[in-house]
């Protein structure tokens, strides 16, 4: 026997999976919890990284935590986070360095592994020299080299690593290439070695050599992006003294892939309010970098335009895998 319901019995039931629906939980809204960032650096990487930590906290309104993952250039932090759960909880603070460790073969996944968030600032490398040498500019530089028929020590912070690639694009586009011998050391010490006479030049980020070259110690001859850094403003590029040479690093916030739209569109809007905060542009006068916001779907043309880049100049620099 069948039974039916009447208007009111239909109208009761309605009424209560009204009140069913009411009464469960709203859907959380992220971030329920700590976001943890990967650092991949130290030096002005990790500086950078600490700030900018701190200033999304305060726009997501839940803490963002800085975790030093080094090692392998790149390679054991971009594992990290590739493994983790796409839910906007682990965040790695990535760089090209997820181009020339793929290519480098350090890597057994490329930058398609990460959706990209956005793009938060630049770098240009600078290359110093002790003020002893006596090279104002790069002509003095390779000339001097030419002559003495010697070999020189280079600093660089480590094999493959992004000092690394730049300084053999350099003294190659010089002529000086095959005269330069790498040597690797730690985060930070490249004045301590150029002062120290250890090695005779060194190609790295211009926060560390500023104080240097204000006391008159050292001398930064070249930079090597496509216009001269705001910190060093008469320093001039090395195409502007003859030689084809345009590398920056940009760094920027990476997510695992298949991260949801909305999580990725609410880490964009905190990290655009940290780049654009007056805290976040004074550090930049103080540390020695270039505020660049882009957003995700910006900063992941950028990665993929860079991707073949690199790939092109490490296998033209015989350093691919």
């Known amino acids: ?91 790695v603070w990535n760089s090209n360095s997820i181009n020339t460790s793929y290519h480098l073969g350090t890597l057994p996944f490329n930058y398609e592994a990460f959706d990209p968030v956005a793009q938060i600032s630049v770098e240009v490398p600078v290359l110093a020299v002790s003020a002893d040498k006596g090279w104002t500019n790069l002509e003095e530089m390779a000339a001097a080299v030419k002559e003495s028929g010697e070999t020189y020590n280079i600093g660089i912070s480590g094999k493959g690593s992004f000092t690394h690639l730049t300084s053999v694009a350099l003294f190659n586009a010089m002529g000086i290439g095959d005269q330069m011998n790498y040597i690797s050391y730690g985060d930070g010490k490249a004045p301590v070695e150029l002062l120290a006479g250890r090695i005779d030049a060194a190609i790295q980020w211009p926060g560390q050599f500023l104080s240097y070259v204000e006391s008159g110690d050292l001398s930064v001859i070249a930079s090597t992006g496509a216009d001269p850094v705001s910190v060093l403003p008469d320093v001039e590029t090395a195409q502007a003294q003859g030689f084809d040479v345009d590398i920056s690093m940009w760094r920027g916030i990476a997510v695992p892939k298949g991260t949801p739209e909305e999580v990725i569109v609410k880490l964009e809007e905190a990290a655009k309010s940290a780049v654009e905060s007056e805290k976040f542009q004074s550090a930049a006068q103080n540390i020695g970098f270039e505020p660049s916001f882009k957003g995700h779907a910006e900063f992941g043309e950028v ?7 690199y790939a092109s100049l490490l296998q033209e620099l015989g350093m691919t895998n």
Do not use: C, W
Request: avoid cysteine; charge should be negative.
């Open 303 to 309: 990665i993929a335009e860079d991707d073949a880049f």
């Open 1 to 91: 026997m069948m039974s039916t319901l009447s208007k009111g019995g239909i109208f009761a039931t309605a009424l209560a999976v009204f009140a069913m629906g009411a009464s469960l939980p709203a859907k959380a809204e992220y971030p329920e919890k700590p976001v943890e960032m990967t650092v991949l650096f130290g030096g002005t990487a990790n500086t950078i990284a600490q700030l900018l930590s701190e200033l999304m906290a305060e726009e997501l309104g839940s803490p963002v935590v800085p975790v030093s993952r080094t090692g392998g250039g790149g390679a054991i932090g971009y594992a990290h986070v590739q493994s983790m759960r796409p839910d906007g909880y682990n965040v």
